[in-house]
């Protein structure tokens, strides 16, 4: 069974040969990697072009289409996959060589044939160098298990250290909304129609360095609550690209959602334009930050705005 993997690039030419190498060398060797780039400005096209020459399976993807981010860099991408799965791959990571054998026979095990789905491992988060002096992991165990997960995280399950099934990609794909960040779309996805699955051993290593698009966020409860602190006069709890992709996700998919997933929608959209309201619906459905409802009462209580305002 061929595998897809996909590569969204911009400016990665200090890591992609690395990271491209990785993949191609990985134990499972039926893979096909497509690789777009988003408008690079260094040598990240003349290295990806020049390792397409040593190995067939590299496809470079070129088309006309403007520069858009990152989300609709991936969302072409899908476009272009015709595999059962499709793995994610950042341009800066490195995997482990068991990586795809290990999270494909994982995803066949659990997946449904009929339901969209993900299935993620942990990364190591290491240094530039590719160092860990703490043996962190991006997660320890299933981040988000519904829809409520959801709401105040102003993300999804990490896009590098999933694997998704046919069905999520070509769900995700019937309507065209703008994607802001890939992996949000999928898990809003996943969540709503299918299933998300954990493998709770690391498989990839997490680089961390200056040009991160999102880096890992490591803070402890407390210093996050200090953060809240700081009265920000523009803090907020919902990024407008999360309540952007709610409304577009909602115009596209309610007729399609669960009664349980409809109420959540309808309670959230009619509580979001006051403070009060929006404190019962977070009590009301339990929606958690970090899996704490107090985290989400703390900092609903010290942020000025619901939804963040645009400048």
């Not at 909304?177 to 998300?196: E, N, P, R, T």
């Not at 309808?266 to 006051?274: I, R, W």
């Amino acid at each position: 069974m061929i595998v897809d993997v996909i590569v969204a690039t911009y400016n990665g030419e200090k890591y992609i040969k690395e990271q491209l190498t990785s993949i191609l060398n990985q134990s499972y060797k039926d893979i096909q990697v497509l690789v777009r780039d988003d408008g690079s400005t260094d040598n990240t096209k003349k290295i990806i072009l020049e390792l397409q020459k040593t190995d067939s399976r590299l496809k470079f993807i070129e088309d006309e289409l403007c520069p858009n981010g990152v989300g609709e860099n991936f969302k072409r991408l899908f476009k272009k996959c015709t595999s059962e799965f499709v793995f994610i791959a950042d341009q800066d990571d490195v995997w482990d060589v068991n990586k795809i054998e290990v999270l494909l026979t994982f995803a066949k095990k659990h997946f449904s044939e009929d339901l969209p789905c993900i299935a993620y491992a942990p990364g190591q988060v290491v240094d530039q160098n590719l160092k860990s002096s703490q043996n962190r992991l991006t997660n320890d165990s299933i981040k988000i298990r519904s829809l409520e997960d959801m709401i105040l995280m102003n993300g999804g399950i990490q896009g590098c250290a999933m694997v998704v099934n046919r069905i999520l990609y070509e769900t995700a794909l019937r309507n065209e909304f703008f994607w802001y960040m890939h992996d949000q779309v999928l898990s809003l996805y996943a969540v709503c129609f299918g299933k998300i699955f954990f493998y709770d051993k690391p498989l990839f290593k997490y680089r961390q360095h200056q040009s991160n698009v999102l880096g890992f966020n490591s803070n402890t409860f407390i210093s996050r609550i200090k953060k809240y602190f700081s009265f920000n006069r523009n803090s907020f709890l919902v990024n407008q690209y999360s309540d952007e992709l709610f409304k577009n996700f909602w115009l596209c998919e309610k007729s399609a959602l669960s009664y349980g997933c409809k109420k959540i929608f309808t309670s959230y959209f009619s509580s979001v334009q006051n403070k009060s309201k929006f404190f019962f619906f977070v009590i009301n459905y339990n929606v958690c930050i970090r899996k704490r409802i107090s985290t989400s009462v703390i900092k609903m209580l010290l942020t000025k705005y619901i939804i963040e305002q645009k400048n």
